[in-house]
């Protein structure tokens, strides 16, 4: 049997990295595809801000120095609304003033360029800690606790393993319990627009196959709208 790893708590995640140098995001892409579900790679920090919208990540990683927008005010402005995605920054700036300013972002790591590839694995094992900090554990009912670290569900005290696209879909639930949830958002995050295949039919067959694990009254059916987890 595989031994799990901290790492592989990426395997079904979404990375967002902003980089403006195409031969360093190159090397960088190859490592975070070996961990993450998903890594999109931005040049700059408008890309990085519209990416951020279409496709709702679960870690940043960015340079400091991108045209357009710098990568903390890029930063600055996710964190109004998202405070507890993990951030690593990695940059050739080490001076005090974007020590300072990274400090005040609450930035999981700072990297100074240029950097080991062990060096960015342990930074990656911090955003584990962190991801896993955030959702231990969550009781979706009476009968229905969900480990994020291991994703698990236990249903009437019996274990439930849940596919990446499972997880991935109630860990988004659980962000935005007790709100109603597009099947437009819900698209997003799990796929990011690709198109047609992945429809609101797929959606509706991902939710299904939730509901037959975890209970009928587990994630509610707003009618033409979407769902929602309330908790």
């Known amino acids: ?8 708590l990426l395997s079904d995640k979404v990375v967002l990295y902003a980089e403006d140098e195409a031969g360093i995001r190159n090397v960088v892409v190859e ?28 870690v940043l990683i960015f340079d400091i120095c991108l045209p357009k927008t710098d990568g903390l005010a890029v930063i600055q402005n996710i964190r109004k609304n998202h405070k507890n995605i993990p951030v690593i920054i990695l940059s050739a700036h080490a001076g005090h003033e974007y020590l300072w300013r990274a400090v005040e972002l609450k930035i999981t790591k700072y990297l100074v360029k240029p950097f080991k ?23 979706l009912s009476d009968t229905v606790v969900y480990h994020a670290s291991k994703k698990v569900a236990i249903v009437n005290q019996c274990e439930c393993k849940l596919s990446k696209s499972e997880s991935r879909l109630l860990e988004y639930m659980i962000d935005n319990k007790n709100k109603v949830i597009s099947f437009e958002s819900i698209e997003a995050y ?17 939710v299904k196959e939730l509901r037959k694990k975890l209970g009928k009254e587990v994630i509610k059916n707003i009618y033409g709208l979407g769902y929602s987890l309330e908790l």
């Open 1 to 8: 049997m595989k031994q799990t790893t901290t790492l592989d």
């Open 31 to 58: 490592i975070l595809e070996f961990y993450f579900h998903k890594v999109i790679a931005v040049k700059d920090g408008e890309e990085a801000l519209e990416q951020f919208a279409i496709t709702p990540p679960d």
């Open 117 to 139: 590839k062990e060096d960015l694995e342990e930074a990656l094992k911090l955003c584990c800690e962190e991801l896993s900090s955030h959702q231990k554990s969550v009781t």
């Open 190 to 206: 799990l796929w990011g627009y690709d198109g047609d295949e992945h429809s609101k039919e797929a959606i509706k067959a991902l």
